[in-house]
């Protein structure tokens, strides 16, 4: 029986996990669960899974749903709360196995500390491993546990790595649907309106994800995550547009042969993957192989896409320059979202902020925290620039970016 | 230095292994040769390659490239010949790899000594696996040694299955081209021609597994080879037409994910994948990713091509009917070539051998060449029934068919 603590419990890959853990009761069990702000649904998950211990992002909102599991006579239950909360949550003494999937690097102390605590790790966090790849992958090294990836491109490319050795690998190839401008002239992209970014044609995901998507920038994060993830340099990973998003990613090995993996697209078969390996076990989850049929192929459009090129300066150089990338995309897209700033000044702020970040290899937790904390800074900064510019002057907005 | 020695070097898989051997130098030697008539080809390669040992299939041959290379300076190659000849040269003490390609039966008794004698084989030749595949598979793990696929499919097979587990696998989907009838109507398949039968839409090969491609029945073979080589039962086995080829084959798991491999359609690669086997070493020979494009995939249709039924119902029934199977399809096969039947003969053929064949389980390599001998006299008299029936009286093919 394999005891599971859930990073995010009431995100979409949260009640994925839990959809698999009551499809397989006689091999999974979840005894620790993290959520943020969403009180109701977290009530009801500790009534339906009776966790040890659950854990919400607000002290208020741990008090009310404490007293709430009490008068349902649920005493036993512990509650806590914060990033305090989180990281027991994680570090439980029973739990074996961790998902790790909040957004951003609020999940990022409590996944390093699972780590750190010698648990087995999923990660659907992306940004963990954008912003502190290294210092996890190290941890998890020197703890002889696997951090298994729980995101369709990266758990492809798992299950294809096991067709050869690490320096066998010529490339990897990382499929991207391309978001829903692909097809969109590059004259348009100012005008894109918030509606038509959050409308992403394969997979219904969270906003800023969702957002990423449509920037690429979400494809850039991936890049990093490979690199972290599987040794690889940024130079070996080669993002493809892939629109139909059938094969999930491929990996190309020094002698010719490639190798490519998919599957329906739900999320629950990379969970399943993450928690049964080096196990398979079987699922419901079949692709209608008769009907593989039409797959386009073309390289990204990084003229289009600027943020896939910054990903790739962000990777190159390592260290603190993945947190700012991180940090100040967090930042641009919140103030794209709320109608700050326009779409295609995104990769501005971005640009501007890994411009200004000094190159530091941070070496704990805190730092990675603390250089995040900077970034943030500087991106709030320049989206106060590039919002003004935007609505009051918008001949200046080049100016701007090439340094006024 | 791997030291190789090839079993029908003088055809296509065997030139391609000297390729091989002529791009890593540092890595292969050949130090022994069988080839079959061509006398001229194996006296060239018997001075490029200065082997240690060369057979040929005829005596007169053999004594002819004897005094040859002896006028020629080479007088330390020894020279055999026949059945008994190709054995010395797979067994040859210094040999590690045998790469075992000659077409038909007659390759057998010296492959399987090569296995006997704990050499690692690499096995082009499809009838050692289907006439003898289980005698072959248990040598090889009595040795320890591998039996590695050196065709498109299999090995494409053999690189998925390092995904997973064996026990995990819920289906291996063997790709099929379709031969050069896949949308020609099954009522024109009587009027089909050598020279259109000869005609396969992607590879160029040898005479007889170009027609077993336009019946299908090579991929037959290929389903009972993929259970022999594999370990996996017939039903697992499941034949797609992918008229492009691209994909070579896959593999999907029992918990939904699918591998499939895909590179250049140059068997040098798996010659590679085969010689060096656990490592993967560079090549030159790189498949244009971005290239991919239209796969179509559709079930086989059973009607048209009964060979394909044939070969799963021997491969069911293992023992001597896969033996049965081969020998009358290559007795069927040379007939339609020589012009005495017509194509759609060529299954009526092997389906009367198969009801003929006596259920047993040869447990030698002896009893298995009885077998296909009694075979091959089964199919020569019904390839002279349907023969005459053909020309003369063409209305009682169907009531041959049906028993008489």
Do not use: D, E
């Given at each position: 029986m394999k005891q599971i603590a859930i990073?995010?419990?009431?995100?979409s890959i949260g009640r994925s996990t839990l959809n698999i853990v009551e499809s397989y009761p006689e091999r999974f069990s979840v005894i620790a669960l993290a959520a943020g702000r969403n009180l109701e649904s977290a009530y009801e998950q500790a009534k339906r899974w009776k966790p040890k211990i659950i854990s919400l992002a607000s002290e208020p909102d741990a008090q009310q749903l404490q007293s709430r599991l009490k008068r349902y006579g649920l005493k036993n239950i512990e509650v806590a709360h914060g990033p305090a909360g989180a990281v027991r949550v994680t570090t439980h003494p029973e739990v074996d196995f961790v998902v790790s999937a909040i957004v951003g690097v609020a999940g990022l102390e409590a996944t390093y500390e699972a780590v750190k605590a010698g648990k087995s790790v999923g990660l659907a966090n992306k940004e963990c491993m954008v912003a502190a790849g290294e210092l996890l992958v190290a941890e998890a090294q020197r703890q002889g546990k696997p951090l298994l990836p729980i995101d369709s491109e990266h758990n492809a490319i798992h299950q294809c790595l096991r067709g050869g050795r690490l320096e066998e690998v010529e490339r990897i190839w990382l499929t991207a649907?391309?978001?829903?401008?692909?097809?969109?002239?590059?004259?348009?992209f100012a005008s894109i309106t918030v509606e038509q970014a959050l409308n992403h044609p394969t997979w219904k995901m969270g906003q800023r994800i969702t957002i990423d998507s449509a920037t690429l920038m979400n494809k850039g994060f991936e890049v990093i995550e490979a690199c972290r993830l599987f040794g690889i340099p940024p130079q070996k990973v080669q993002v493809i547009v892939h629109p139909q998003s059938t094969i999930h990613s491929m990996v190309e090995f020094v002698d010719g042969s490639i190798l490519a993996q998919f599957s329906v697209t739900d999320m629950r078969l990379p969970i399943l993957y993450a928690l049964t390996y080096p196990e398979r076990i079987p699922s419901e989850l079949r692709f209608p192989v008769m009907d593989l049929r039409h797959l386009d192929f073309s390289p990204p459009d990084l003229k289009k896409f600027p943020c896939l090129s910054l990903a790739y300066e962000a990777a190159e150089a390592g260290g603190s320059l993945p947190i700012a990338l991180n940090a100040a995309d967090e930042v641009a897209v919140a103030a794209f979202l709320e109608g700050s700033i326009r779409f295609d000044k995104i990769p501005e702020v971005i640009q501007a902020v890994l411009s200004e970040t000094e190159r530091r290899n941070p070496e704990s937790i805190k730092e990675v925290l603390l250089t995040d904390e900077e970034a943030r800074q500087t991106a709030h900064k320049w989206v106060q620039r590039l919002s003004r510019s935007t609505s009051l002057m918008p001949r200046t907005a080049s100016a701007i970016r090439h340094g006024e």
């Open positions: 990073l995010g419990s009431t995100g649907s391309g978001g829903p401008f692909l097809n969109t002239p590059k004259s348009a």
